[in-house]
């Protein structure tokens, strides 16, 4: 799963978590109007507490997938920056490979130019 696609995931996530403390805050409103007023029946107002039940387990489970999607995308950041300190790594290796070979060449060209000039001297 791409970071985006678990960040888009956790944001919907985070927007039903919203949406679902709103209908918990308003079936709390609808069940208290209903205690105080006394204008339904008590089958009604069981309905009403169903719901609120539900309402909050759903909530509950929005929680919890949220925290998962939140530890996978921690998780998917990590590997990324784990995979560019590697990818990092690999091109300062390269760099001093290629560096070193360069001053290779250039320690051989110079003992070269003095057995050459050791040879003309004798």
């Known amino acids: 799963m791409s970071v985006e696609k678990l960040l888009k995931t956790q944001q919907e996530l985070t927007d039903q978590i919203q949406h679902t403390k709103s209908q918990i805050k308003n079936f709390d409103e609808?069940?208290?109007?209903?205690?105080?007023?006394?204008?339904?029946s008590t089958a009604n107002l069981?309905?009403?507490?169903?719901?609120?039940?539900?309402?909050?387990?759903?909530?509950?489970?929005l929680n919890q997938q949220l925290q998962q999607i939140t530890q996978e995308v921690n998780h998917q950041k990590e590997r990324i920056e784990s995979q560019k300190k590697y990818a990092e790594n690999k091109v300062v290796q390269q760099q001093y490979l290629e560096e070193k070979?360069?001053?290779?060449?250039l320690e051989t060209q110079i003992l070269e130019l003095i057995e050459q000039k050791q040879a003309r001297m004798d």
């Open 46 to 61: 069981e309905g009403f507490q169903q719901q609120l039940v539900e309402a909050k387990i759903s909530e509950e489970q």
């Open 101 to 105: 070979s360069v001053q290779d060449k």
């Open 30 to 40: 609808k069940i208290s109007a209903l205690k105080l007023e006394q204008l339904t």
